[in-house]
C-alpha cells in the first residue's frame, strides 16, 4: 500500500480521518462527524462546522484543505447524459459522465489521466498516459457531481458507480481504495456495495486484492472470445491470458449468494462481432456465473474500427440469450457530447505518446 502525504482531506477515508484526528488529541467519532459535513452537507468551509470548538476549526483550516477541481466545462447530451470535464493541474483535466435512465442514474467516474493499457479501440488509450489521480481527485469526481445535479433533492440522482471512465482503476489501486471505502460509507456518499462496480481490463494479481478488500461488484473488459484476437484488441492479455483472468473472476465470485460478473464486449464491425464469435464466447463462459454486456463500438475521430451493424448486433445477443446468459446491450448515450462508452478523452499532456503506433495497430487488426 503507497502511503502518501497529504493534507486535502479528501484523500482520506473514515479510517485514515480517525488517525489523523486521534494524533490531534481528539476522538474517533469527530472524523463521521466532518465526513457528514463533506459528504452529506456538501460543505467545505471549515468555519461552517458548527459541531466542532472554534480551536478545533482553527486547526483543521490551518493545516488541512478540502481542495476540489475546477470545472472548466459541463455539456449535456440531448439524450440527458452530462459530461463534466475537471482540471486536476495545470496540464491535466479528467471526464466524468452522469447517465440518467429510467430506474437509475449511473456516475462513470475516472481513476487515470489517460491509460497505460494501450486498447486499441478505446479514445482514453489513444491519447496515451499521464499520471495516476489521487483519492481526492477521484472522490471530487462524485462530489462535484453530486452536488451539480443536486442528487439529494431532485430526480437526477446518482444510483450507481461505475469506474469505467478514464485509465484502469486496478492500475492505481492504492488510491482507488479509500475512494471505493468513501462511496460506500455510510457517513460518505452511501452507496450499497452492489451500485458500486469496478471495471478492470484484467489485471488478475489485483482482482484478487480487491476480492479481499472490498465488497463491490466487478466488471471485465473481454472484448474477444481468445487470446489471438484479445491480444490484438487487448494487449494487457498478453501478461494474463484468458484462462488466468476467468481462474480470478471464479475466485472472486466464490461463496458470494447471487453474485454475478459483468463481461464487456465492445462489438467492432468484422473484427469480432460474427455469429461464430459469439458461439464461442458462450462456450468460453460457462463456467463462470456471469451476464454479458454488448457495446456497440463508439467511433472517434483517428479510429479506423467501425461499429458493428445492428443486424450483427442482434445476432450476437441472440445467441448469447439462447444459451440462457442475461444479456443487454448498451444504448449509446451521450455520444453528442462525446461521452459515450470509449469515448472518453479527457485533455492531458501525454507522456507515452503512443497514438500513431495504436491506430497503426487498430489498421492492423481490421
Request: hydrophobic fraction near 35%; glycine fraction near 2%; include cysteine.
Given at each position: 500500500m503507497i502511503v502518501e502525504r497529504t493534507n486535502n482531506l479528501f484523500d482520506m477515508d473514515r479510517a485514515a480521518l480517525e488517525?489523523?484526528?486521534?494524533?490531534?488529541?481528539?476522538?474517533?467519532?469527530?472524523?463521521?462527524?466532518?465526513?457528514?459535513?463533506?459528504?452529506?452537507?456538501?460543505?467545505?468551509?471549515?468555519?461552517?462546522?458548527?459541531?466542532f470548538s472554534l480551536k478545533m476549526r482553527s486547526e483543521l483550516a490551518e493545516q488541512f484543505t478540502l481542495e476540489l477541481p475546477e470545472v472548466i466545462s459541463q455539456q449535456e447530451s440531448e439524450d440527458g447524459t452530462v459530461k463534466w470535464l475537471l482540471q486536476v493541474d495545470e496540464q491535466n483535466a479528467v471526464e466524468v459522465v452522469y447517465i440518467p435512465e429510467a430506474t437509475r442514474g449511473t456516475l462513470c467516474v475516472s481513476s487515470q489521466v489517460g491509460c497505460s493499457l494501450n486498447c486499441t479501440f478505446c479514445a482514453t488509450g489513444a491519447q496515451g498516459f499521464n499520471r495516476h489521480l489521487s483519492t481526492a481527485e477521484i472522490v471530487a469526481q462524485v462530489w462535484v457531481a453530486a452536488k451539480m445535479l443536486g442528487h439529494t433533492r431532485t430526480e437526477r440522482k446518482i444510483t450507481n458507480i461505475v469506474m469505467m471512465g478514464m485509465g484502469e482503476p486496478l492500475a492505481n489501486y492504492d488510491r482507488v481504495l479509500p475512494a471505493l471505502n468513501i462511496m460506500r460509507d455510510d457517513f460518505g456518499f452511501g452507496f450499497a456495495n452492489r451500485r458500486v462496480t469496478v471495471s478492470t481490463s484484467g489485471l488478475v494479481n489485483k482482482i484478487d486484492q480487491l476480492n479481499a478488500d472490498a465488497d463491490v461488484a466487478l466488471a471485465i473488459s473481454l472484448?474477444?472470445?481468445?487470446?489471438?484476437?484479445?491480444?490484438?484488441?487487448?494487449?494487457?492479455?498478453?501478461?494474463?491470458?484468458?484462462?488466468?483472468?476467468?481462474?480470478?473472476?471464479?475466485?472472486?465470485?466464490?461463496?458470494?449468494?447471487?453474485?454475478?460478473?459483468?463481461?464487456?464486449?465492445?462489438?467492432?464491425?468484422?473484427?469480432?462481432?460474427?455469429?461464430?464469435?459469439?458461439?464461442?464466447?458462450?462456450?468460453l463462459l460457462s463456467h463462470v456465473p456471469c451476464k454479458i454486456n454488448l457495446i456497440p463500438?463508439?467511433?472517434?475521430?483517428?479510429?479506423?474500427?467501425?461499429?458493428?451493424?445492428?443486424?450483427?448486433v442482434e445476432q450476437f445477443k441472440q445467441i448469447c440469450q439462447a444459451s440462457q446468459y442475461i444479456t443487454t446491450v448498451r444504448k449509446t448515450r451521450g455520444d453528442d457530447i462525446a461521452a459515450a462508452c470509449g469515448q472518453l478523452a479527457g485533455d492531458f499532456m501525454d507522456r507515452t505518446r503512443r497514438s500513431a503506433s495504436i491506430r497503426q495497430l487498430q489498421l492492423e487488426v481490421v
Open positions: 488517525q489523523l484526528f486521534v494524533r490531534m488529541g481528539e476522538k474517533k467519532f469527530r472524523a463521521s462527524q466532518l465526513m457528514k459535513w463533506i459528504y452529506h452537507s456538501y460543505e467545505t468551509d471549515f468555519s461552517q462546522f458548527n459541531n472484448h474477444a472470445p481468445n487470446d489471438a484476437l484479445r491480444d490484438t484488441l487487448v494487449p494487457l492479455n498478453k501478461k494474463y491470458n484468458i484462462k488466468q483472468l476467468l481462474d480470478a473472476c471464479k475466485r472472486f465470485v466464490k461463496d458470494k449468494k447471487k453474485s454475478r460478473i459483468t463481461f464487456e464486449y465492445t462489438l467492432i464491425r468484422d473484427v469480432n462481432d460474427r455469429p461464430e464469435h459469439a458461439r464461442e464466447l458462450v462456450r463500438f463508439n467511433p472517434f475521430p483517428g479510429n479506423a474500427f467501425k461499429r458493428s451493424t445492428a443486424v450483427a
